[in-house]
């Protein structure tokens, strides 16, 4: 069978194949510690799954529209208006199974051939590889570690050019747990506002932040007519399984997205977008319950790698990933991620799966137990003192 050239330009998400690996590794009869995957370890809260019940037992079992049931549309434009301070309507709102639709969609959508797109590197992959796909040119910005992960703003004023289309940023971010504060985000606008430029602003982990100041970039003066807000249920309602995102948008990008919908998934499932009212609209007290608890995990394990060996780990602001530097073993990311999960029992990423500027690095996932954090810690030290004579 001979495929079309643009599926060699389509890359992947390495947490799956890691986990797919560990997975092998455990049928063999091996224990493995998981923290490549990025999902919270909680169950779904039981007034959302309640809900699902009971859409099911009331027929929501066919056919919506496809830009999302009215009454998710409008619980989602409360929930932003409120939570970003900009006032957002229901037809700004298009609901996907899953977010990736909507980072998918726009870049479809806004990007053609040879023009650009920047965005963070190291970074979530899936970004380069949509611009890959649709035949535009990935433009990174490197995330350093010495500026607490966020944007290289000298670099980015100097890359963005008259072929760029538009601009992904992501806060709290994946793989690195940065965040960009006020300035960096005005810094951004600024560029956007005075060339036009569209952006994708990926704030998935936007509850999953433990000091400072969440800013919405939609929120600064004149961004709303150009952002694209990506979110969804996954993290901080622990319904990854489910498949609920949505993006907010101006009204003629919702038009353009909506066709997609039509042309793929046709709509997203209804039972599971009337647990998305239940989960806006009801007890929030298990999302802080999990954010705090995952604060504490997130001060274990940095505490824990920066006793190792050669490792040396900021402490991320943000979403629920450590992103250690070890630089001090003198090895690759993915050589040490091999031996993390070959003799050690760990699976973690390299940093390289989320580009280029992620070498010297590994990302672990804290959404795991305490004891299997500690327990992560003790398996590394023997390999990491190895890696350090």
Known sequence: MDFAQRMARLGTESAFEVLARAKA????????????IGEPDFDTPAHIKEAAKQAL??????????????????????????????????EEV??????KPI???TILALVGRGEEVIYPNPGFPIYESVINFVGG????IPLREETGFGFDLDLFERKVSSKTRLIIINSPENPTGGVLDRGQLELIADVA???????????????????????SIMGLPGMRELTVLLDGFSKSYAMTGWRLGYGVMPVPLAEQITRLMVNSASCTASFVQLAGIAALQGDQTPVARMVAEFKRRRDLIVDGLNQLPGVRCARP???FYVFPNIKGTRRSSSEVAER?????????LAGTAFGKYGEGYLRFSYANSEANLRGALERMRPLFERLAT
């Not at 590794?25 to 490549?36: N, W, Y």
């Not at 529209?65 to 229901?90: D, M, N």
């Not at 993390?340 to 973690?348: F, H, I, P, Q, Y």
């Open 94 to 99: 298009v609901v996907t199974p899953g977010a």
């Open 193 to 215: 506002r005075r060339r036009g430029i569209p952006i994708l602003a990926d704030e998935i982990y936007r509850q999953f932040l433990y000091e400072g100041e969440f800013v």
């Open 137 to 140: 040119m990935p433009v990174p």
């Open 103 to 105: 980072m998918f969609f």
């Open 25 to 36: 590794l455990e049928r063999q009869g091996r224990t493995i510690i998981h923290l490549e």
């Open 317 to 319: 602001r943000g979403a």
């Open 57 to 90: 037992d009331g027929g929501a079992t066919h056919y919506g529209p496809s830009a999302g049931l009215p009454e998710l549309r409008e619980a989602i434009a409360k929930h932003v208006t409120e939570a970003r301070g900009v006032p957002v309507s229901p």
């Open 340 to 348: 993390l999960l070959n003799e050690a029992g760990v699976a973690a």
